[in-house]
T-cell receptor, first 112, second 111 residues
């Protein structure tokens, strides 16, 4: 079945450590997105990519980095510069012609 | 004004009740909108798309009011399984490839 796979489901980060969240899709979607969800704040866009080898900053890109070397993959790195990284991270993809996103099941990141 | 705004609730309703949520948006150029359902600690799942003609799917009806710049979601004959957070989403800055989400409305259907 086609879909989006995020891993790991839970991730613990130590202070000052970089961590990378994986997002893979086999839907053949061109566009991919990373959102962060905090309680009471809804989903906020971190980065998005419309095509391979191209990506754009969203509303809260500081402290994050991405790459889009393959159509299927859009990993997100949470760097040590992100001072409050504890959140639920959601990856999504979108077909060029269909409306709406398909979301992965999310990664819950906690700083320890 | 926020780009997309929702009443966070919670909406506590008895089984069988009809409940309606509204979501206001600020970009008058937006053409399409979306309702997502999110269960606790899960990802959002697309419930309905909303265009100028509205949309109906079983017990769920979504409408668009361009004059007042809001979309609505009506749930008839509420079930316990409808308990969830309902998120609305609109294109960001008019571009259809990016969505901005409201903070969600929590619905709790009581037995």
């Amino acid at each position: 079945d086609g879909g989006i796979t995020q891993s790991p489901k839970y991730l613990f980060r130590k202070e000052g450590q970089n961590v990378t969240l994986s997002c893979e899709q086999n839907l053949n979607h061109d566009a991919m997105y990373w959102y962060r969800q905090d309680p009471g704040q809804g989903l906020r866009l971190i980065y998005y990519s419309q095509i391979v080898n191209d990506f754009q900053k969203g509303d809260i890109a500081e402290g994050y980095s991405v790459s889009r070397e393959k159509k299927e993959s859009f990993p997100l790195t949470v760097t040590s510069a992100q001072k409050n990284p504890t959140a639920f991270y959601l990856c999504a993809s979108k077909d060029t012609f269909l409306e709406g996103y398909t979301f992965g099941s999310g990664t819950r990141l906690t700083v320890v | 004004r926020k780009e997309v705004e929702q009443d966070p609730g919670p909406f506590n309703v008895p089984e069988g009740a009809t409940v309606a949520f509204n979501c206001t948006y600020s970009n008058s150029a937006s053409q399409s909108f979306f309702w997502y359902r999110q269960d606790c600690r899960k990802e959002p799942k697309l419930l309905m798309s909303v265009y100028s003609s509205g949309n109906e799917d079983g017990r769920f009806t979504a409408q668009l009011n361009r004059a007042s710049q809001y979309i609505s979601l009506l749930i008839r004959d509420s079930k316990l399984s409808d308990s969830a957070t309902y998120l609305c989403a609109a294109p960001w800055g008019g571009a259809t490839n990016k969505l901005i989400f409201g903070t969600g409305t929590l619905l709790a259907v009581q037995p």
